[in-house]
Each structure stands twice: as structure tokens, then as C-alpha cells.
């Protein structure tokens, strides 16, 4: 499998008697002017450990190998992960480790750390992804919260998903997610990429975001998992008013809360009583769940 056959995903695959793996959610990459903006966002150097999830077909790897110290690129597909193997040293990519392992499941904790132990990627980590879809949001969340081992995280996902990681309060996008992933970096898109840019050709097309961790989070919360669950809970109903959707959840360390407290918590704060979740910021979301877990 020759560089040129590695963009031109169709004759890659021919050429092994392969096929895109529908259970992987395998889209790959064959742009290479996609691949140049998702590395120029990486920023991966000469002192960097590049952590790649779904490398496929290796396009996104050599890209990354021939500005990174060393890739580690993470695959589920055995099929794949032995086409790489004996492929990727042919075109001069000895600085590539390929880990055979399903990424939901794998401890990039213990990853990294066997890097650092051999004197690897020591200085500086980043992970960079063109992640399937059905993967792509628990697997930026997990990255994203490695905070002091990863610099920096860029994916690839649905372009619909990189507009609610990205969303400011009182967008249509603007969610859940948008609140919680914010809480942990800072999303930044980078580049739309047209469902063209891929074989097989996916329904939808993609986005390119760069996450930069947060050295702390901005909000200061003694409890992150009975925070996430408020704000969960805060847009449970859209229709709904943010009192209203508190007062039908029951929220770990804060117990029941009515709809009057709610809104007297809400106009307490300098919000209107009938407000939507959507229109409270991160800030404000952590005001009022500290102010509730004051008065518990």
C-alpha cells in the first residue's frame, strides 16, 4: 500500500479485499487539505506524543509522524491495525506505535504514563481524531478531562456536535453538553469539513474543534458529578422553565428542590423566575448550584 493509495481510501481497500466497517463507524479520511488543518491545529512538534484514535487507513498518521516525536495510534480494527503495522515503517514512519484496543475502554492514564516512563513525548501530549460518530462524544469527554497530561485534543466529529461543544448560552445549540464540556477546556472550531471529504460518504458533514484544557476548571465546585447532574437536569424539557425541570429532578447532594426555591434561587442571582436553562452560562449554572448546596 503505497502514500498515494493510503488518501484514495477506495483503492486502499480494494487492494487488501477490505470494506468500511459499519460497526466502526468507519468514514475515512481523503482530503489531504483536511488532514493538513487538523495537524496545524494538533500542533504537534519534535517533543510531542500525538495520541491518534481511529487511525483507519493511515492517512491521519503519517500526517501526524512527520511533525510529532512519536504517534501512538489507537485501533479497534484488527484487520487494520496489521495492514499499518507492516505498512506505516515502508514509508519511513518508524516513530509510529500502533495499540490494538478499543478506545472507549482503553486507560489513556496508563498510556500516557508508559510513554513518560520510557522518556516519550515527555514534554508535551496531544491527541488528534477523526473519531466515528458514534463514539465521538464520549470519547472527547474522556480526553478533555485528562487535564495536566494532554495539551491539547482535536477531533473530527458530526458537525452538529462540534456546534453544541462549542455553543454560548441562548444558542439553539447550546446544551448539556455545550455546559460540561466547557467545564473541563476551551472549544475552538477550527475548520467545517464537507461529507465529501470522506469514503464512504457519511449523511452528514463534519467539523474540526480543538479543545484546550483548562489548567483549572472556571467555576469552583465541590461536587462535579452532582453539578453535571443539575445541569442535565436544567435541560431535561427545553420547554420548559429551569425551575420547573429542578423541581422534577431529584440531584445528588442537593436532594428535592421545588419550583418556588428555584425561583427564588434564580431571581436571587439576577435572573428572571421563568428562565431556561439555555440562558444561564457556566458561571451562573455553578452560582446557583453553589447557592443551593449552601442552603442545604
Not at 5 to 29: D, H, M, P, T, W
Request: glycine residues 8%; charged residues 25%; positive net charge.
Amino acid at each position: 500500500m503505497g502514500q498515494s493509495s493510503v488518501i484514495n481510501a477506495r483503492a486502499a481497500l480494494a487492494e487488501r479485499g477490505l470494506y468500511a466497517k459499519k460497526k466502526y463507524g468507519q468514514n475515512f479520511l481523503i482530503d489531504e487539505h483536511v488532514l493538513e488543518k487538523i495537524v496545524n491545529a494538533a500542533e504537534p512538534d519534535g517533543r510531542t506524543l500525538a495520541i491518534e484514535i481511529g487511525p483507519g487507513l493511515g492517512a491521519l498518521t503519517l500526517a501526524l509522524a512527520r511533525r510529532a516525536a512519536r504517534v501512538a495510534a489507537v485501533e479497534i480494527d484488527g484487520e487494520l491495525a496489521r495492514i499499518l503495522e507492516e505498512s506505516l515503517p515502508g514509508l519511513g514512519c518508524g516513530n509510529v506505535d500502533i495499540i490494538r484496543a478499543d478506545a472507549l475502554k482503553l486507560d489513556f492514564d496508563e498510556l500516557i504514563k508508559s510513554y513518560h516512563s520510557r522518556g516519550i513525548g515527555a514534554e508535551r501530549v496531544v491527541a488528534a481524531a477523526n473519531l466515528p460518530y458514534y463514539a465521538a462524544t464520549p470519547i472527547t469527554m474522556e480526553l478533555i478531562q485528562k487535564r495536566g497530561l494532554i495539551a491539547s485534543v482535536t477531533v473530527m466529529v458530526q458537525k452538529e456536535v462540534a456546534r453544541r461543544f462549542a455553543a454560548a448560552p441562548g444558542s439553539k445549540d447550546y446544551g448539556a453538553l455545550s455546559v460540561i464540556a466547557q467545564y473541563f477546556a476551551r472549544p475552538y472550531l477550527a475548520a467545517n469539513v464537507p461529507r465529501n471529504c470522506f469514503f464512504p460518504r457519511p449523511a452528514v458533514d463534519s467539523a474540526i474543534v480543538k479543545f484546550t484544557p483548562h489548567e483549572r476548571p472556571p467555576a469552583e465546585i465541590d461536587d462535579e458529578r452532582a453539578f453535571f447532574d443539575l445541569i442535565k437536569a436544567a435541560f431535561a424539557t427545553r420547554r420548559k422553565t429551569l425551575a420547573n425541570c429542578l423541581a422534577e429532578a431529584r440531584i445528588g447532594g442537593l436532594g428535592d428542590i421545588s419550583r418556588r426555591e428555584a425561583e427564588e434561587r434564580l431571581v436571587g442571582l439576577g435572573h428572571d423566575a421563568k428562565a431556561r436553562g439555555e440562558t444561564l452560562s457556566l458561571r451562573e449554572f455553578a452560582s446557583l448550584y453553589n447557592d443551593l448546596k449552601a442552603r442545604r
